[in-house]
């Protein structure tokens, strides 16, 4: 898994994987304070930095990435709140085994300020979607996804953790879909 912050979808992960039929190998992050990294040492669960400043370009940040996460041995990858874009070669070294959480209605609201974009636009509801990576940003095909209504009042803060008890549900059980093989054939929406 990849994580640049709080490590709350982490936690959903970890508390669900014993029913889930999958365990979390490896936590990486490129911020070696994550809180998402303590989180996995309180588990028990390996991690590894890999800081964004220690590279001189994307492809090769993105390779040193993907060359940690292999040494970790893990399937699949989760990014969670992960904020750094990877090279296409390094995506299509986990080609159909990379998953990201975000927090809206996709294709609806692409990129970093989802939640922000959503209350500009003064929506009536957005979401939460897993969708399998590809080469762009937010844009693969989806795996689960499910509507999230916004009140009257409601800031990012209040909204993105309404979005995030979505993300807890779907997408511990779209791992276990994924690992069971109940997914990507199936029809979850
Ligand atoms: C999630 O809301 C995810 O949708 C977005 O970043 C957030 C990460 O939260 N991409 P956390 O670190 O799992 O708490």
Known sequence: MLASGRGSNLGALIAASDEGGYEVVAVGSDKPDAAALQ???RAGIPTFVVAWSDYSDR????????????AAGAAWVVLAGFMRVLSSEAVDRFAGRMVNVHPSLLPAFRGSRAVQQALDAGVAHTGATVHL??????AGPILAQEAVPILPGDDVSSLH???QQVEHRILPGVMAD????????GSRG
């Open 178 to 185: 994924l690992v069971s093989g109940r997914l990507p054939a």
């Open 161 to 163: 953790a309404r979005i």
């Open 133 to 138: 990576v590809t080469t762009d940003v937010d």
């Open 59 to 70: 492809q090769s940040f993105s390779m040193a990435v993907a060359d940690a996460l292999e």
């Open 39 to 41: 989180r996995a040492v």
